[in-house]
């Protein structure tokens, strides 16, 4: 076995040169100069022994062998190069009466078979094929890792929105398989079953963490997270989702009749207290039976978490046990406020500040005037902001980050004692909640103008329409055009027209590209059409353009 050394940088593909006579390896490493294809010999062996030792200390990328050869033969080589990921390319070299048996390797996946004597054009013709192969299979495997690593960075956040998507109903039946693959791909184990949720929330926020640096806090939230995932998989299998709400929601996969999702809950609650010196209340939804239902579960668990209104701080707390005289004055009388709830909803999206307090001024003069208790108005108050938030969340704005760090309505609304002081309270949030989405309008429309133009900049030189650019930001033509109108000033085509003109004005200056060609270069098929728009744009037709500049 030889090994070649080089002076100069490696070339981007190695071969090494099998073969039990020196002359034939000779021939084949000095009769061509490999290095003007960017092709180095990086080595040469007597028999496939050696060169599977040779593979121990460098790893090539093709190895040209003779088929017939003492100690290990050509053909068990290519049986041992087979296991390798990824596999070495093969060029086996057999005569006339060795074809038949050549042909065996096949199974072994060799790459290519050359008769002797082998002639130096036949054999570079294979070796760039095969070069060309390999720089191709480089590219992709740096695309499939860049893809990996992107996957892998941005995994928490594709995660979050997943999960967000299935609490929250938004996946039809339809989607059903889709999801299961998607979880599986994500690592989230949704493999049931059957399914049940619960929700962590930290008791007292702003007391027990609140006055805490962000970095400490951080630090908090991570290890309630690492001590509920320990606990979990002593009981069973489950993912934990940190939601916007500054929550902890857990989906556990029930397959176990035995399993007893309370007392897991109460050693989450015990070891987060002991640990962490924190207090947390937990919220229990049923057991389901399919995925699409989690989100049925994830309502109940939010609930039974609601009810810590009525049973304290550190509690753990499920739906089935949550009789109706605990709900308000009664469930009755939380579901008459269908109607406001409705309405509600209509004039967030119509970010309607007056028609919103309007509302709430005679939500609480009902309050008064059928004299309800004041849990039932603290309840019934949290129920409107948190189906404020559900609408937030539905029009793709994440409350957590828009409002204060440390809001936490269930602590918040303590510290009101009437009716009024409520009112207020409610009407200042809610007028918050509108600032929000006004300010969150304007930059979705900036985020869809920005991603249409850079679509446009990248593809001005193919047929493009108001339809196509819609659907890459994924908005109706109408309200693309709209909305490009009113950030720009102009309409979409002109603003690509003007652009694809100045375009052609670079290429104008080139002399040996005929004006139908820098027209068909620039996106205009019809030539009539692009004379008209570069004399609109440019004051001067293109030959009196080209003839000024040149």
């Not at 130096?120 to 094929?129: F, G, M």
């Not at 900036?446 to 890459?472: C, Q, R």
């Not at 693309?480 to 670079?506: C, H, M, P, Y």
Request: aromatic share 10%; net charge neutral.
């Amino acid at each position: 076995m030889r090994i070649h050394t080089s002076k100069v940088v490696i070339s981007i593909i190695q071969i090494l040169v099998v073969d039990d006579e020196a002359i034939i390896r000779e021939g084949i490493i000095k009769s061509i100069d490999w290095g003007a294809y960017s092709i180095e010999i990086a080595g040469e062996a007597a028999n496939g022994k050696e060169a599977l030792d040779f593979i121990q200390i460098s790893k090539p990328d093709i190895i040209i062998t003779d088929i017939r050869m003492p100690v290990i033969d050509g053909l068990e080589l290519a049986k041992r190069l087979q296991k390798l990921i990824p596999p070495i390319k093969l060029i086996i070299l057999t005569g006339y009466g060795e074809f038949e048996y050549a042909q065996k390797a096949i199974e072994y996946k060799v790459s290519d078979f050359i008769l002797k004597p082998v002639g130096a054009e036949e054999l570079i013709k294979v070796v760039l094929k095969l070069k060309d192969e390999i720089i191709a299979e480089r590219e992709k495997a740096k695309v499939r890792n860049s893809n990996e690593a992107m996957l892998k960075e941005n995994l928490p956040v594709i995660q979050g929105k997943m999960i967000n998507r299935l609490l929250n109903g938004l996946y039809t039946i339809e989607d059903t398989d889709k999801v299961s693959k998607k979880a599986k791909v994500m690592k989230i184990d949704l493999s049931g079953p059957y399914f049940q949720v619960f929700i962590i929330a930290i008791d007292d926020y702003i007391h027990q963490l609140g006055n805490s640096h962000a970095k400490n806090r951080e630090l908090v939230l991570e290890s309630i997270l690492s001590i509920s995932e320990e606990a979990i998989s002593s009981y069973g299998k489950g993912y934990l989702h940190r939601n916007e709400m500054g929550m902890f929601v857990g989906i556990i996969n029930r397959d176990r009749i035995t399993f007893d999702i309370v007392d897991m809950c109460r050693q989450i609650q015990f070891l987060i207290s002991k640990h962490l010196k924190l207090s947390v209340s937990i919220g229990i939804g049923n057991k389901v039976k399919d995925i699409l239902s989690i989100c049925k579960s994830y309502n109940e668990a939010f609930n039974a978490l609601r009810n810590r209104v009525y049973s304290g701080k550190s509690s753990v707390i499920h739906i089935r046990d949550i009789s109706m005289d605990n709900e308000c004055a009664s469930i009755m009388y939380m579901n008459s406020f269908s109607k406001e709830e409705k309405e509600l909803q209509i004039y967030i999206k119509l970010i309607d500040r007056k028609k919103i307090n309007n509302l709430l001024d005679r939500l609480f003069k009902r309050f008064v005037t059928e004299k309800a208790d004041y849990n039932c108005i603290r309840n019934i108050s949290l129920y409107f902001m948190f189906a404020a938030f559900k609408d937030l969340k539905e029009l793709g704005i994440n409350v957590e980050d828009r409002l204060e760090l440390q809001f936490d309505p269930f602590i918040e609304i303590e510290k009101y004692e009437t009716a009024e002081e409520m009112k207020k309270w409610m009407i200042s949030v809610f007028s918050d909640l509108l600032h929000i989405i006004e300010n969150e309008k304007n930059e979705k429309y900036k985020y869809i103008v920005k991603v249409g133009i850079d679509y446009m900049i990248n593809h001005y030189n193919e047929p493009l329409s108001l339809t196509i650019i819609a659907d890459e930001v994924h908005v109706t033509p109408n309200y693309f055009s709209r909305v490009f109108r009113e950030e720009t000033g102009q309409n979409f085509i002109e603003w690509l027209n003007k652009f694809r003109v100045d375009k052609a004005k670079d290429f104008l200056l080139n002399i040996g590209m005929k004006t139908y060609e820098v027209a068909e270069k620039v996106g205009f098929s019809d030539y009539k059409h692009f004379s008209y728009n570069f004399k609109k744009y440019a004051g001067c037709n293109p030959t009196e353009y080209r003839e000024m500049k040149v």
